[in-house]
């Protein structure tokens, strides 16, 4: 039985007036591709902020590999890596000083060989030497995800992954994943693409107004959701998230 | 033992820093980047030698220990107020928008970022502190004692803001928000009206008669630092004013030793607050870079945001409702929208011209000459100072270029809301002023057509010159030193446009003085025709090479 890497306990999360984030509750287990999806606004980016440690969360509410995020951030960290939408490298950096400096701060041992091969499967060697701040954003992307492979990643935390790259980026970053979990890391996938969702997670959390209104298979949705016994995930999606907020959704919730 | 800084993040900062190197090098690699910064690099290096120089070259100092001494107390005061002043408009940590995420989300603590911003602000109050320093030893007894006092004080100060902002930082965290903000406020407010107050205070005092005027306002200065508040004040400081002011080794190094241990302790306390600082962060951080993102689309230097109007308020369509008059409505929103400071500062410029120019004429006939003065004034000082035009535009160029009118129309159109304003507001400025003179009659249209003319040329220049070297700069971006002479070649052709287009219309008015030997007074009526003539067709053909510079700006250009 794979091992849980991530428990969230009624997450909440507002700002000022509007609750983000409402008493979200799940977990991810090794080797588990959980596809987070939701309308603008369900609370999805938040919810990846405070599992990374970018927002502040009490204390017993996030653990990530059996670490508190709030009492033990640095090493709930450490296991854990964050991608977010639109990915900043630092300007001044090279792509492979980038990586360099991710060795360092996650301790990672002989990275050279694996930072070679990311880059190359990546096809980012011929822009080694290239600055942060002359990367177009597909590459920013990629760059980001070479950073967050290095080492052996509990957790990793995946905002738009494909948003920016060329059709051979995106199959190169599909593949990535699937291996990535396949050698027992736990990936959060949030997207807007529900056919990627579909075609990688294998399990799905569908927000909305910052609640859990469905989590589970896909199999599972379509038998919380009767009416779509054959219906993709979009069907699901909509299903799922024209329901009225506040009942818990699908039984899944 | 542990480190006082993580190893990742000596790490990140040692790469930081040879990647600023490298990028610098980068730039002067090429003839044109190494040019500018050889220009940029002469003028920083002729001002630091004016200011450096006398400290070699100079006798020995006019000013005794003691006033030495209490001079660079006060001067310490000031700059304590004013770091922390700024340091307060940053609520907790400021971390680059850019780096936030990847920092936050890092495996490394609370105390190692707050470590690695100090090594940072060390490092860039590095280079003001050895100007302070230079500036300082013209004025100490010995130049190396004062530079190394000004030196220690000047690292000393930005650390200390930063260590303030952090635990307000940490208070609004435990605070409500809003509860805490207020604070925040008016601290600077009161730092500010505290350090406005005291120099009025100062300055208020009429100076003893029977002092040289060099030394009669140290001896304000000592007469208000004896009061016991200020005293109080002041003390804190003393360490710094004494290594500033020492005469001897025996005076200079344990004050020195004192600051020393002060900076150490300082960034030992700030470097070991253990402070959640993340949600302030996150706010300072998106707040400094929406300011930044909006100061470098050129939306001036308080990249200030744009505001929902009152609903009674209507945008007015000034040039009409076809193509031409929606680019100018656009751009009239956003001055209205975006500009109120703006336009109450032209306001108040042409307002204080006004009464200037109407008190500094003759009373009988000085009517015109008052207007004069106000329209040179306002039109060049105005047209310096109220900006709306392709500067905030260039990264909309790409989208402006694609709309269906013709390139002179779109570069016309873009400016003309600017002229417009400008040329209202000195062109009201010069009717008060004949007004108040009593002395309005019809040179008051023809001044108002030259009006419009003159700031109409000038808007045509400086627009042509940005389409044609569009660079900006604002904080953090790179190239000081290109910039720097990148804006000297600019400023200079620029001027050297506009006096040989003024030139050109005074030409007619020379013409008839000069050559055909009329006096002044009959030349004058003809010559402001062919004045207002010459400058008709300047401005059109300016437009016109407006609309090809547009035409042929490439929207693909690094900048």
Not at chain 2, 202 to 213: E, G, M, N
Not at chain 2, 266 to 295: H, I, K, N, Q
Not at chain 2, 458 to 470: E, G, K, M, Q, R
Not at chain 2, 526 to 555: M, P
Request: charged share 20%.
């Amino acid at each position: 039985m794979s091992r849980t890497v991530l428990e969230v306990r009624g997450l909440s999360r507002r700002y000022g007036a509007l609750v983000a984030v409402d008493g979200l509750s799940f977990q991810a287990r090794e080797g588990e591709i959980l596809g987070l999806v939701g309308p603008n606004g369900a609370g999805k980016t938040s919810t990846l902020r405070s599992i990374a440690g970018v927002l502040p969360t009490p204390a017993d509410v996030i653990t990530v590999c059996g670490h508190d995020i709030a009492r033990d951030e640095e090493a709930a960290k450490r296991c854990l890596r964050w991608i977010p939408d639109d990915p900043q490298p630092f300007e001044a950096l090279t792509v492979h000083e980038h990586l360099e400096f991710t060795a360092a701060l996650y301790r990672c041992a002989d990275w050279r060989d694996q930072a070679r091969d990311l880059l190359e499967r990546f096809e980012l060697t011929e822009k080694r030497d290239a600055l942060g701040g002359e990367l177009s954003r597909g590459m920013r992307q990629k760059l980001s995800m070479c950073c967050a492979w290095l080492g052996e990643p509990r957790l990793v935390l995946l905002d738009e992954p494909l948003s920016g790259l060329d059709p051979r980026g995106i199959r190169s970053a599909k593949q990535a994943i699937v291996e990535l979990a396949a050698r027992g890391a736990a990936v959060i996938l949030s997207s807007h693409l529900l056919e990627l969702i579909e075609a990688l997670a294998t399990r799905l959390l569908i927000l909305d107004q910052g609640r859990c209104v469905f989590a589970g298979t896909l199999a599972e949705a379509r038998a919380a959701f009767p009416e779509q016994q054959r219906g993709s995930l979009e069907e699901i999606f909509f299903a799922a998230t024209s329901k009225p907020s506040g009942n818990g959704g699908a039984p899944g919730a | 033992m542990k480190h006082w800084l993580e190893p990742a993040a000596l790490l990140l900062l040692r790469l930081k820093w040879r990647g600023f190197w490298r990028k610098q090098w980068r730039r002067v690699r090429t003839p044109s980047g190494a040019l500018l910064a050889l220009l940029g690099g002469a003028l920083g290096t002729l001002w630091l030698a004016s200011i450096s120089m006398p400290m070699f070259r100079r006798g020995p100092t006019r000013l005794g220990a003691d006033e030495v001494e209490l001079l660079a107390q006060a001067a310490l005061a000031v700059i304590v107020v004013i770091t922390l002043s700024t340091s307060l408009s940053f609520r907790g940590l400021y971390v680059p928008a850019t780096e936030i995420e990847t920092l936050f989300s890092a495996p490394l603590s609370r105390p190692t970022l707050i470590r690695m911003r100090l090594v940072v602000a060390l490092a860039r109050s590095g280079l003001g502190a050895c100007f302070a320093g230079l500036g300082a030893s013209r004025l100490g007894s010995s130049p190396l004692y004062a530079f190394a006092g000004a030196f220690t004080a000047f690292l000393w100060a930005p650390i200390l803001g930063q260590g303030v902002a952090i635990a307000l930082g940490g208070a609004e965290n435990r605070l409500a928000a809003r509860l805490a903000r207020a604070p925040h406020r008016a601290l600077r407010i009161a730092l500010i009206a505290g350090l406005l107050f005291g120099l009025v205070g100062l300055l208020s005092q009429s100076p003893d008669a029977s002092q040289s005027p060099a030394r009669a306002p140290l001896e304000f200065l000592r007469q208000v630092a004896e009061r016991p508040v200020v005293s109080a004040l002041l003390a804190p400081f003393w360490p710094w004013a004494r290594a500033v002011s020492a005469t001897g080794p025996e005076e200079f190094w344990p004050a020195f030793a004192l600051c020393a241990a002060i900076l150490a302790a300082t960034l030992a306390v700030v470097g070991g607050l253990r402070v959640d600082f993340r949600e302030t962060a996150l706010a300072t951080s998106a707040d400094m870079a929406r300011r930044l993102a909006r100061m470098r689309r050129g939306l001036g230097a308080g990249g200030v945001e744009a505001r929902r109007l009152p609903l009674a308020w209507r945008t007015p369509w000034l040039f009409g409702r076809g193509p031409f008059g929606a680019i100018a409505f656009r751009k009239t929103a956003s001055i209205l929208r975006r500009a109120r400071g703006g336009l109450v500062f032209g306001g108040v410029v042409i307002a204080v011209l006004t009464v200037f120019a109407s008190n500094w004429s003759e009373p009988a006939g000085g009517g015109m000459r008052s207007a004069l003065l106000v329209a040179a004034f306002g039109a060049f000082y105005l047209s310096l100072g109220l900006r709306y035009d392709f500067r905030e535009e260039l990264d909309a160029l790409a989208s402006i270029r694609s709309w269906p009118l013709a390139p002179w129309k779109i570069f016309l159109a873009t400016i003309a809301p600017q002229i417009a304003l400008i040329s209202l507001l000195v062109t009201g400025g010069v009717l008060l002023t004949l007004v108040r003179a009593n002395d309005l009659d019809l040179r008051f249209a023809g001044l108002s057509v030259l009006i419009g003319l003159l700031v109409a040329t000038w808007v045509c220049i400086d627009n042509l010159a940005f389409l044609l070297a569009p660079t900006r700069s604002a904080p953090g971006h790179d190239g000081v030193l290109q910039h720097m002479g990148r804006s000297i070649v600019l400023a200079l052709l620029r001027s050297v446009t506009m006096a040989a287009a003024l030139a050109a219309a005074a030409a007619p008015v020379l013409v008839c003085v000069h050559l055909l030997g009329w006096t002044m007074e009959s030349a004058l009526p003809l010559g402001l025709v062919g004045a207002a003539f010459v400058l008709c067709v300047e401005v059109a053909a300016l437009i016109a090479a407006g609309g090809l510079a547009l035409a042929r700006f490439d929207v693909a250009r690094e900048r």
